[in-house]
Every structure is written in structure tokens, then in C-alpha cells.
């Protein structure tokens, strides 16, 4: 914990100890909602039926193949909401209008087991709503390629995030965690020759720019420029504008960590 202030804490890497003092109450419950860092089967479902959203409250199996070639981060938490699939303009539009009203609605569904019971049976004080996105938002078919929607930009993509958590607030959540974006420069799609990045005419991006290290440092300013976006805008939402009564905050330096591996 490199800084903690009543509701708000930054972290910047994993911690040996699983209790926050910031969290208060008995963690029962992880929501996620995030890209393809965080789906484990939702995008198969997507492919599979003609790019249809999965049923409300359709369990999915776990996969041991997702986008990170294994089991995702997720896999050990309660409730896991990945993203579903977004066309290369709609900025941000797996959260606002596929993830969050799955979740909306299934928050209040009753179980298929047990009508008489609701499909989650969390509560504000021992659930915790996680969201990591961004990889695709700045990526190289939006924002990184000037191909978003006219009129937008990075503080659009970061507004989105709020607009999405302003919805988890009102659905009666309090505890919130924003995950940063990650040192996407060292990817090897928009890394440096020396940092193993990859050249033009990939399949994954066959108009990709010869100037791999423009490519590279522009990413490295897009994704700092995200990271101090959300380490002040946390912070400034709940304490100067009040925007969350009650709530309570934390950033994870997903940046920072895998800076460290």
C-alpha cells in the first residue's frame, strides 16, 4: 500500500496479505468486468452463435485455452463478467452496452435451481467490482490509429470507465477497484526491434507503420497518459466532486506489475 486515505488506496503490486483495512466488512465477492485480459468464454460463446451475447445467467464452463493461452486471473473469484465482443469503432462498447446490463440484470435474477433464490446473493458490504480495460480501447483499431468515433479521445475512453462504475453505484455497489492499463509499449506488437516487437505486414495488423520506434513511444505516452489520468480522477470523483457517497476505492498498478515480472 503505497498511500491509503480513508475511502481511497493506490496499490502498485501484489500484497502478502489478503485483508485491506480500506474494505471493511468480509470479502465474499469479485465482480470483473473487463477485455480480453479477463474473458475466459464469453467471446467463444460470441463466435459460436453468430455474435450473440450469451443468455442472462448462463453459467459458462471453464476454459483452460483463453487469450492468455491458460486459466484467466479471475478464474478463483465468485462472479466473473469478461467482455463480450466489440466492433473496431465502438469504443468502449463491450462495458456500457453488453457487460454491464448482463450484470444488471443478472444481479436481480432469480436462480435457475432455486426460484426462490436470486442468481447472486452478494451485498454492498462484501462484494468488490473490479474493471481492467483499455488494451483495446487505445489499441491499434481505435484510438491508436485515429479510427474512434469523430469527436473522441483518451479522456473519452476515460469518462466511459466512470460512466460504467456510476452504473455498479446505483445498482447498490461501494467497493471498487480500478485496475491501470498495462506497459502496453512491451508488447511485442508495438514494441521496439530490441524489446522483440514485431514487424510490418502481420496478419494482426498488416498496415502497421514502418517506424517501429514511433509506434512504440506513442503507445508508451498513451497508456502513461491513461495511468495519471486514473490516478487522479479517483481520487478528485470521491473526495472533491462526491460523485460516490460512501464508496470506497482502490487502483491496482497492473502497469507496475507486470513491469516487474
Known amino acids: 500500500m503505497v498511500s491509503a486515505r480513508d475511502n481511497y488506496a493506490e496499490r502498485k503490486g ?12 468480509k470479502f465474499k465477492n469479485l465482480v470483473v468486468f473487463g477485455d480480453s485480459y479477463t474473458d475466459e468464454s464469453r467471446l467463444d460463446y460470441f463466435t459460436a452463435h453468430n455474435n450473440t451475447p ?17 486459466r484467466v486471473w479471475p478464474r478463483c473469484t ?8 466489440a466492433t473496431p469503432k465502438d469504443l468502449y462498447a ?22 426462490h433464490k436470486k442468481f447472486y446473493t452478494g451485498s454492498a458490504d462484501d462484494t468488490l467490482y473490479a474493471m481492467w480495460i483499455g488494451v483495446n480501447d487505445i489499441g491499434k483499431k481505435n484510438i491508436f490509429i485515429d479510427s474512434q468515433t469523430p469527436g473522441t479521445s483518451l479522456t473519452t475512453f476515460t469518462d466511459c470507465v466512470f460512466t460504467a462504475f456510476d452504473r455498479i453505484y446505483k445498482n447498490g455497489g461501494r467497493k471498487f477497484v480500478l485496475m491501470n492499463v498495462p506497459p502496453l509499449e512491451l508488447h511485442p506488437i508495438y ?38 489520468i486514473f490516478k487522479f480522477q479517483v481520487p478528485f470523483q470521491q473526495h472533491v466532486a462526491k460523485r460516490y457517497p460512501s464508496a470506497k476505492w482502490a487502483i491496482y498498478g497492473e502497469h507496475g506489475l507486470v513491469l516487474s515480472l
Open 54 to 70: 450469451p443468455p442472462v445467467g448462463l453459467l459458462l464452463p471453464e476454459s483452460l485455452n483463453a487469450s492468455d493461452g491458460g
Open 78 to 85: 465468485t462472479s466473473i463478467v469478461p467482455q463480450a465482443r
Open 191 to 228: 514494441a521496439t526491434p530490441e524489446n522483440k516487437g514485431v514487424p510490418p505486414g502481420t496478419p494482426d495488423w498488416p498496415n502497421k507503420p514502418s517506424n517501429l520506434t514511433e509506434v512504440s513511444f506513442k503507445m508508451y505516452e498513451y497508456t502513461s497518459a491513461v495511468n495519471e
Open 94 to 115: 463491450a462495458i456500457l452496452e453488453t457487460e454491464m446490463p448482463t450484470w444488471l440484470a443478472e444481479s436481480h435474477l432469480a436462480s435457475a435451481h432455486s426460484p
Open 14 to 25: 501484489p500484497s502478502s496479505s489478503n485483508k485491506h483495512s480500506w474494505f471493511g466488512g
